[in-house]
């Protein structure tokens, strides 16, 4: 059974910094694409940024040159460093897992963890 177990969300002033970290069953550590996605109060499900297999990155334009991702392969590990952070960046953050099987794109989600920033 694959299990993604986020943490790091919480309380924080604008400006201030905030690091999650989600960490992924070893069976599909390796052979996924990881991201993180993030749903605020009627809004739709977005992604925040995404990291493949093979260390490319890719980030929304909202949050370019204030939020981090990176993937620990000894810890089973990806992580979303938020530095910066503004009151619209409030949400629920999704660690999400994906891999391509028999040309099916198979996904799954964290738990999500909630992240707030206050003006």
């Known amino acids: 059974q694959v299990q993604l177990v986020e943490s790091g969300g919480g309380l924080v002033q604008a400006g201030g910094s905030l690091r999650l970290s989600c960490v992924v069953s070893?069976?599909?550590?390796?052979?996924?694409?990881m991201g993180w996605y993030r749903q605020a109060p009627g809004k739709q499900r977005e992604l925040v940024a995404d990291i493949t297999r093979v260390g490319i990155i890719n980030y929304v334009d909202s949050v370019k040159g204030r939020f981090s991702i990176s993937r620990d392969s000894a810890k089973n590990t990806v992580y979303l460093q938020m530095n910066s952070l503004k009151p619209e960046d409030t949400a629920v953050y999704y660690c999400?897992?994906?891999?391509?099987?028999?040309?099916?794109?198979?996904?799954?989600w964290g738990q999500g963890t909630q992240v707030t920033v206050s003006s």
């Open positions: 999400n897992v994906h891999y391509s099987s028999f040309l099916r794109r198979i996904d799954y």
């Open positions: 070893r069976s599909v550590f390796s052979i996924s694409d």
